[in-house]
């Protein structure tokens, strides 16, 4: 009986959060009823110390618990009274157009001198591996955020697939040594400042304009007699008794994804949220739930502020069981993350929403960094 009055009381809880009258009133209960009761439980320890024939009064205990709440809900239904007041009179700002303007400034651009001599860095490393590998290598499509306009303006790097043909190594962590181990050669030329091997691609530090910048470089070696851009990915286990494996991809269905416009602000606001709060959540889950929440909305809801709400609904109810693949290998599940890392995602995106629905103008402060 006990546990149902709880599970009630939470979901109660939960349902009035965008009432602070009620929230810090139940917060005023449980805190008052807290410390009275242990304030006359340390004065009835002392008092039976000092006398040793005396028993512990739990009724004179209930009732200081009793006592304790009463004042703690008294004080937090005034706090809260006050505190929903002063909300009433916050002048409601044009969230859409905000939201929309905090994406446009957030974004990265093409244009600036850093990512562009970042792009001329990113080529001239393109350059040393083909006179390196020369036919070996098919091809070096780019991927990753600057391609699909989703990169931030203050993070962002480069990404390539480095294509081989299938002949070129005899496996496929010999093609990865022998690529990372290339550009470790090659630090001091063309500004490598170091080079470091990550979970499934090779990350050379370059220096632009003074600053360090990241260009990352994912060695593929194709299938044998597929012209579809599909092969194998190296995959480094950096655990105490892991072993090093692969992994299929296929870059051609990776760059056919595509993100509306809006679907694209939403993902920038989204990353600026995740970052402002580091949450363990990368980019390519976060552009699939993005894609995922469209894909299941009943409706999609009018007005760019609900949109953003949508996702984040989405994110906060389904993220425990959505089952997403991978486009670019159907092995690969994208939401197979830990247990602990959904939780701390879903209530991240839950606490925005009643943020929200309590005050509609703190969507904006949410996703600002």
Same mark, same amino acid.
């Given at each position: 009986?006990?546990?149902?009055?709880?599970?009630i009381?939470?979901k109660?809880y939960d349902?009035?959060?965008?009432?602070?009258?009620?929230?810090?009133?139940i917060?005023?209960v449980i805190m008052?009823?807290?410390?009275?009761g242990?304030?006359?439980g340390i004065?009835?320890?002392?008092?039976?110390q000092?006398?040793?024939?005396?028993?512990?009064d739990w009724?004179?205990?209930l009732?200081?618990?009793?006592?304790?709440?009463?004042i703690?809900?008294?004080?937090?239904?005034l706090?809260?009274?006050?505190?929903?007041y002063?909300n009433s009179?916050v002048r409601?700002?044009?969230t859409d157009?905000?939201?929309?303007n905090?994406?446009d400034k957030?974004?990265?651009d093409?244009?600036?001198?850093t990512?562009?001599?970042l792009?001329?860095?990113?080529?001239s490393?393109?350059?040393?591996?083909?006179?390196r590998?020369?036919?070996?290598?098919?091809s070096t499509?780019?991927l990753?955020?600057?391609v699909t306009?989703?990169?931030?303006k203050?993070?962002f790097?480069?990404?390539?697939?480095?294509n081989?043909?299938h002949?070129a190594?005899?496996n496929?962590g010999?093609?990865?040594?022998?690529?990372?181990?290339f550009f470790e050669? !090659? &630090?001091? /030329?063309?500004?490598i400042?170091? %080079?470091?091997?990550?979970?499934?691609? $090779?990350?050379?530090f370059v220096? *632009?304009?003074?600053?360090e910048?990241k260009?990352?470089?994912?060695?593929c070696k194709l299938?044998?007699g597929?012209?579809n851009?599909?092969?194998y990915l190296?995959?480094?286990?950096d655990?105490l008794?892991?072993?090093?494996s692969y992994?299929k991809?296929?870059v051609r269905e990776l760059n056919?994804v595509?993100?509306?416009h809006?679907?694209k602000?939403?993902?920038?606001?989204?990353?600026?949220w995740?970052?402002?709060n580091d949450?363990?959540l990368?980019?390519?889950?976060?552009q699939?739930?993005?894609?995922?929440?469209?894909a299941?909305?009943? !409706? &999609?809801p /009018?007005?760019f502020?609900k949109? %953003?709400?949508?996702v984040?609904?989405h $994110?906060?109810?389904?993220?425990h *069981?959505a089952f997403?693949?991978?486009?670019?290998?159907t092995?690969n599940?994208i939401?197979a993350i830990?247990?602990?890392?959904?939780d701390i995602?879903?209530?991240a995106?839950?606490?925005v929403?009643?943020?929200?629905?309590?005050?509609?103008?703190s969507?904006m402060?949410?996703?600002?960094h």
């Amino acid at each position: 009986m006990l546990q149902q009055l709880i599970t009630i009381w939470i979901k109660n809880y939960d349902k009035d959060f965008m009432n602070k009258k009620t929230k810090y009133s139940i917060n005023g209960v449980i805190m008052g009823g807290a410390v009275f009761g242990i304030l006359d439980g340390i004065k009835q320890y002392n008092e039976i110390q000092e006398n040793s024939g005396k028993d512990f009064d739990w009724r004179r205990f209930l009732l200081a618990v009793g006592k304790g709440a009463a004042i703690g809900g008294a004080g937090g239904l005034l706090l809260g009274a006050w505190a929903d007041y002063e909300n009433s009179k916050v002048r409601p700002l044009n969230t859409d157009l905000g939201l929309i303007n905090l994406s446009d400034k957030i974004r990265f651009d093409e244009s600036h001198p850093t990512y562009i001599k970042l792009k001329e860095k990113g080529q001239s490393l393109i350059f040393m591996l083909l006179a390196r590998y020369g036919s070996d290598i098919e091809s070096t499509p780019r991927l990753g955020s600057t391609v699909t306009g989703t990169a931030l303006k203050d993070n962002f790097d480069i990404d390539y697939a480095v294509n081989f043909k299938h002949y070129a190594f005899r496996n496929i962590g010999q093609m990865f040594d022998s690529v990372h181990d290339f550009f470790e050669d !090659s &630090i001091g /030329k063309k500004g490598i400042l170091r %080079v470091r091997r990550q979970r499934k691609s $090779i990350g050379v530090f370059v220096n *632009v304009n003074g600053t360090e910048h990241k260009i990352d470089f994912a060695p593929c070696k194709l299938s044998k007699g597929k012209r579809n851009g599909a092969g194998y990915l190296h995959v480094n286990d950096d655990s105490l008794f892991g072993n090093p494996s692969y992994t299929k991809t296929n870059v051609r269905e990776l760059n056919k994804v595509k993100l509306s416009h809006t679907q694209k602000r939403i993902v920038l606001l989204l990353k600026n949220w995740k970052e402002k709060n580091d949450l363990p959540l990368s980019s390519h889950l976060l552009q699939n739930m993005v894609l995922d929440a469209y894909a299941f909305a009943p !409706s &999609i809801p /009018k007005g760019f502020t609900k949109k %953003v709400v949508m996702v984040l609904r989405h $994110i906060a109810d389904n993220l425990h *069981v959505a089952f997403i693949r991978g486009v670019e290998n159907t092995n690969n599940v994208i939401t197979a993350i830990p247990q602990s890392d959904k939780d701390i995602i879903a209530d991240a995106a839950r606490e925005v929403i009643k943020e929200y629905e309590y005050q509609p103008n703190s969507i904006m402060e949410a996703m600002f960094h």
